[in-house]
């Protein structure tokens, strides 16, 4: 709560998300990274880089309504499942109730308060390049931890495989 607490008054003091939620939707077909992929194929990207690691980033700027409304059509039937960020969206529900309360009626484009948005990256659950790690999950110090009976107990609700990891760097310990 206290991530929380922090989260809702930093969006209080600046009136902005800073960090968008991450989601995942079901898009079997790819179909709305086909039509975006389609509406750009001729064009220049409006951001292009590369980082210091040698990976090249282009970015496309759609904004062209009919290529908009039909991302939308297809995005009306799908569900959200949030991998990472419930604290976050949860925070802005709050941020929402209490602009509310306070009577607090800013349009965006005429139509809605901003406050009823809040910012996500969508990534379809066939995405080949998906992969979410947990980034701050560790089970560490648990002196009556057994792990042959924790992988067992795994193995009840999640695809156990095993992968051979580089050695340990810095503080951290392969536990399993």
Same mark, same amino acid.
């Given at each position: 709560s206290k991530h929380k607490a922090d989260r809702l008054e930093l969006m209080?003091?600046?009136?902005?998300?800073?960090?968008?939620v991450f989601s995942l939707y079901a898009d079997q077909e790819n179909r709305i990274i086909a039509s975006l992929k389609e509406s750009v194929k001729e064009a220049h990207p409006d951001i292009s880089f590369t980082d210091d690691s040698g990976e090249v980033h282009r970015i496309w700027v759609v904004s062209d309504p009919e290529v908009i409304g039909k991302a939308q059509h297809i995005m009306e039937e799908k569900r959200f499942f949030i991998a990472d960020g419930h604290h976050r969206y949860e925070t802005a529900l709050?941020? @929402?109730?209490?602009? %509310?309360?306070?009577? &607090? #009626?800013?349009? !965006?484009?005429?139509?809605?308060?901003?406050?009823?948005y809040v910012t996500m990256t969508l990534v379809t659950l066939y995405d080949p390049g998906l992969v979410v790690l947990p980034t701050h999950r560790l089970?560490?110090?648990?002196?009556?931890?057994?792990? @042959?009976?924790?992988? %067992?107990?795994l193995k &009840? #609700?999640?695809? !156990?495989?095993?992968?051979?990891?580089?050695p340990a760097r810095g503080n951290f310990r392969q536990l399993l």
């Open positions: 209080r003091a600046c009136r902005a998300n800073f960090s968008p709050n941020y @929402k109730k209490a602009r %509310e309360a306070a009577g &607090e #009626n800013t349009a !965006v484009c005429n139509t809605e308060p901003a406050y009823n089970i560490k110090d648990v002196k009556s931890l057994d792990k @042959k009976h924790l992988v %067992e107990q &009840e #609700n999640f695809v !156990v495989e095993e992968y051979t990891l580089e």
